[in-house]
């Protein structure tokens, strides 16, 4: 009698395993609600981000220092602010170190966004270090440049000399 009892029990079991009784899977929020809280922190950093492009200088270093000052722990919105269009090499270096500290921390989503940022940062310093290159040729060249104009003109002048003797 207790076999075919616990034969019976056991049927009953498998089959409500696969039954989409009131525990169903489909019904489980957890992904969602998780991806909305994704969702708003990623419009969050967007809009943060839409401020920083819009912001002029003195707003951009006025911001700078108050996120720099103790008690103002917020890397990832201090990184964004030393990485605008506008910034110098060492505000984007120091940028870069903040976005390496920091990306460990945050959602799979808000990684992606802020590597995209970093990655940008990390293209115009890049460009920058290439112009200032550029600039140091440029300023070599003038140099000699101006040392054969000068040579030109101590030239002419002995010629003019010769040619008055």
Request: charged content about 15%.
């Amino acid at each position: 009698m207790n076999k075919p009892w616990v034969y019976g029990v056991l049927a009953l079991l498998l089959s409500g395993c696969s039954s989409t009784g009131p525990f169903s899977l489909s019904e489980f929020h957890l992904p969602q609600a998780l991806e909305a809280s994704d969702q708003g922190e990623l419009v969050y950093w967007l809009q943060q981000s839409g401020t920083i492009m819009q912001s002029n200088e003195t707003e951009r270093l006025s911001e700078i220092r108050r996120l720099q000052q103790p008690g103002q722990e917020n890397e990832l919105l201090l990184a964004l602010w030393l990485s605008h269009p506008r910034a110098n090499l060492a505000q984007r270096q120091q940028a870069q170190q903040l976005f390496t500290q920091a990306l460990p921390g945050v959602n799979t989503h808000l990684q992606q966004f802020f590597t995209i940022h970093q990655s940008y940062n990390q293209e115009l310093i890049t460009f920058n270090r290439v112009v200032t290159d550029r600039q140091q040729q440029i300023n070599s060249l003038t140099r000699k440049l101006n040392e054969l104009a000068t040579i030109d003109e101590q030239i002419n002048e002995r010629r003019y000399q010769d040619s008055g003797q």
